[in-house]
């Protein structure tokens, strides 16, 4: 992804943005003997919980064992490649026309407070004409005991005048133990969105050197305070 | 009784109950939810390629089979790293005395948090005074027998001055200098951030 970013010194260019993943978990399987993982049918539509159910009342395990009626031979079993989705209604026929999206809005405590149209938000982290600012500085060990950090995006450059810009954010983030938060938007206080409708972040950017000239400019994103849900147990 | 985290610190035992946190639970959630022409909400389904089969909730199953479409059971299947060779299990530390160390903030920052836990516990004063200045202790964590552990970092939290555990994967950043140029476009990965809208 790209990121437009203007630092203190009110420069801003155009940056390249990464995010970092850990590795992947190991692959299960076993030695010697290759397996593949598949997802099947394990019931056709007359098999489900619901239908043996409505068919049959609560109690239908005799039935199960009389004439096996939630098992379709011709289906169960066939494996399942790609799908499409399709939207159901309430009454479990399929919608032929596209469903109305409403946005609904619970609170803490899972009770809905609001039901709205959705308005589309765009993303706001390579708009020219509105870079991402730097703002309030937090001390590194602070803000990890502040805020919850859950992703990691790594900036680098993609030309020479690039690194010059970027090593020199990440040397001064560095040399004051700081990490600078990011904002977006026209007055530069708006949350970081990467694309249109995501998730709105707050963004703080670190900095490191290292000999020979190498750096590391890491955005680290965070949604939420370290803190718990007012009622839990102290 | 529910497991705990027992953690060790210059000798002494301290055990903490503890409770997953989210986001949800502190600030609530939006999410877009799609209705019908009744205003209820509808339910998503999966139409197979071929426009046979409407593959509704609870008509579906997953599982390892071998070449000869044999079943594999779970518990016959291990973790294997990129060799094809089987990794050790990695039991679970929860109710297991594991060991604290110092960490630097770099450190927990260089893990990929997964997991939030609020912690209740009696901590020892000496641990607690240097949770309270600022320190950051590490420990291995597993909730439960897998293949792979994680690493949990332990704080003080300055927002509310209660005690978490956070729960991640290393996932540190790589080092640039000037010869270091990302690949073109094309050629890089997919981005997994997740930035769907809650």
């Known amino acids: 992804m790209k990121l437009r970013l203007i630092n203190a010194a009110n420069r801003d260019g155009e940056a390249d943005g990464r995010s970092i993943t850990p590795a992947p978990p190991p692959r299960l399987g076993q030695e010697g003997r290759p397996v593949s993982f598949r997802r099947y049918l394990a019931a056709a539509e007359g098999g489900t919980h619901d239908e043996l159910v409505h068919r049959f009342g609560g109690d239908y395990a005799a039935a199960l064992v009389a004439g096996d009626p939630e098992v379709d031979m011709e289906l169960v079993g066939r494996g399942i490649g790609e799908t499409d989705t399709v939207f159901l209604s309430s009454t479990g026929e399929v919608m032929y026309a596209a469903p109305e999206i409403v946005e609904i809005v619970t609170g803490p405590d899972g009770v809905e407070r609001e039901r709205r149209t959705p308005v589309d938000v765009a993303g706001n982290v390579d708009l020219p004409e509105a870079p991402i600012r730097m703002g309030r500085k937090f001390r590194i060990a602070d803000a990890v005991r502040q805020f919850l950090f859950t992703r990691t995006v790594q900036i680098r450059h993609t030309s020479g005048l690039e690194y010059d810009w970027l090593h020199g954010i990440a040397k001064e983030l560095a040399g004051e133990g700081v990490m600078v938060l990011l904002a977006g938007g026209p007055k530069g206080r708006d949350p970081l969105v990467f694309q249109t409708n995501g998730t709105p972040w707050r963004g703080f950017l670190e900095g490191r050197v290292a000999d020979e000239g190498r750096y590391q400019l890491l955005l680290h994103l965070s949604k939420m305070k370290l803190e718990r849900p007012s009622g839990e147990p102290a | ?198």
Not at chain 2, 29 to 40: E, F, N, T
Not at chain 2, 72 to 88: C, F, H, K, M, T
């Open chain 2, 1 to 198: 009784m529910a497991r705990q985290i027992v953690l060790e610190f210059d000798g002494t035992e301290v055990a903490f109950d503890f409770s997953a946190v989210d986001r949800a639970k502190l600030y609530g959630r939006k999410r877009r939810v799609p209705l019908d022409r009744s205003g209820q909400p509808c339910t998503r389904a999966a139409l197979t390629r071929d426009g046979s089969v409407i593959v509704r909730a609870g008509m579906t199953a997953q599982g390892f089979f071998d070449d000869a479409g044999v079943w594999i059971p779970n518990a016959e299947l291990v973790g294997l790293d990129a060799d094809g060779r089987p990794l050790p299990k990695v039991e679970s530390t929860l109710g297991v005395p594991v060991k604290l160390e110092v960490a630097a903030p770099q450190d927990l920052l260089d893990h990929a948090v997964g997991t939030l836990y609020a912690l209740v516990g009696t901590p020892p004063a000496a641990l607690l005074g240097r949770l309270e200045a600022g320190e950051i202790f590490r420990f291995p964590f597993n909730y439960r027998a897998d293949w792979r552990g994680e690493v949990a970092f332990l704080v003080q939290s300055t927002a509310d001055d209660m005690l978490y555990a956070l729960v991640g994967k290393p996932a540190p950043g790589q080092w640039c200098s000037l010869q270091t140029m990302p690949p073109p476009a094309d050629e890089q990965p997919d981005d997994e951030l997740d930035f769907e809208m809650f």
